[in-house]
C-alpha cells in the first residue's frame, strides 16, 4: 500500500465553478496507484467542491444562479458584514456543498461517471487564488 | 493493510431515498477488514447519498419533501431544461447533499449510529438505474 | 502504512457549532502519523459536520441563523412531528451539511487553512451528548 499528496493553486475570477477534474486525474496517474482512493480538500471556507455534470455548461450556470438566490447578498440579519456583503453569503454556500470529497480509483483512473466532473464553486465576487489539496492511498 | 473494491447497481422508482446500507455491510462482511473505512461514492449527478434515520420512514418522506420544495420544478430563471424539467432541480438537490461519504469500519462492521442508515437519494421522476463504487481499506 | 481509530463524545447545549478541531489536532499527534488522511463522522441524524471559518464567532452565529431560517420549525407540511418541533428541521439541516469529512495530514498535523476550524453543527434545542469517530490512515 503506497500513498501520495500534492497541492493545487486555482485562480478564480469571480463566483462560479471552475472544473479540475485534469488535475486530480494527472495526479492519480502520477502516483502510479491502480486502485485506490483519492480525497480532494479545500483549504478555504468561502469556496467549496462539488462533482457535478460537465456536459452542458448552462448546468454550471444555473447552479451558480440557484446558490445566489438561496443564499443572496443583502440578508438583512446577517451580523459577519466587516468582509464584504458577498463574505457571509460565501460562508453558507460553502456549508450547504462540501469541503472534502472522495473518489475511488480504478485501473488507475479515476470512477467518476460518464458525466461527472470534479470542480471547485467560488462563492466570492473578486478573484482569489485558492488552495487545493490532493491525497492518494492505494497499490 | 489491504483494500477491497466493488461497484453496485441500484433501481430507483422515482424521486425518494432508497436505502442500501446492507450492500454496504455486505461488502465490510465479505473484505475481512476488522478496522478500516469504507467510502461510498454515487457516479450520477442527479442523484446523491445521505446518512439518514432509518427508524421513521416519514423522516425520509418529510426529506423527499423538503428538497422538493427547496429546490422545485418549474423555477423559471433555469436555462438547463433541455433534459426535462426534473433534471436541474435534480442537479440542485445533489448539489445540497453529498457524492461521496466515508464511514470507519471497527469490529468487522460499519460504525454507524444506532438510527443511522446509508440511502440513496433519487432526484429525478422516473426510474434509473444508479452505480455505486464501494472501497474499503484497512486491516 | 499504519491506521488509527478513535470515538470522542462531545456535550452541546442547544443548536449552533462546537468547534473540536483540538480533538482531531491531538489524535492525529497521538497516532504519531506524518502524512496522511483523517475522516471525521458523526453518529447522528440530528447534527452533523461542518469546516467553517474559525476567526469570527459572527460567522457561526450567522450559520446558525441561516439554517434556522432555511429549515425552520414549524413548516406545516411536515409529518415527522413525534420527536419535537426541532427534530425534523434537525434531520433537514443535517441533510443540507455533512455526516463525514475527510482532511489530508502532513508534516503531522491537519492541513486545514489559516482560517479553518472542524465543527459539530448541533441542531436540536435540548442538550445532547453527542459520538463522533476519527479514523487515520497514513505512515
Not at 11 to 32: C, I, M, P, W
Not at 55 to 83: N, S
Not at 89 to 108: D, E, W, Y
Amino acid at each position: 500500500m503506497r500513498q501520495d499528496q500534492h497541492s493545487i493553486e486555482l485562480q478564480t475570477r469571480g463566483a462560479g465553478l471552475y472544473e479540475f477534474t485534469d488535475h486530480v486525474a494527472a495526479f492519480v496517474a502520477d502516483s502510479g496507484i491502480e486502485t485506490g482512493l483519492v480525497t480532494v480538500f479545500c483549504r478555504h471556507t468561502s469556496c467549496s467542491l462539488l462533482v457535478q455534470e460537465n456536459a452542458d455548461p448552462d448546468v454550471q450556470r444555473d447552479l451558480k444562479g440557484y446558490f445566489a438566490r438561496i443564499a443572496p447578498e443583502g440578508m438583512d440579519w446577517i451580523v459577519h458584514t466587516t468582509e464584504g456583503p458577498d463574505d457571509m453569503p460565501a460562508h453558507i454556500r460553502t456549508a450547504l456543498t462540501q469541503s472534502s470529497i472522495g473518489v475511488p480509483v480504478g485501473h488507475g483512473e479515476l470512477l467518476l461517471g460518464t458525466w461527472q466532473g470534479i470542480y471547485l464553486f467560488e462563492h466570492r465576487a473578486r478573484p482569489h487564488r485558492r488552495q487545493i489539496v490532493m491525497h492518494i492511498i492505494g497499490e
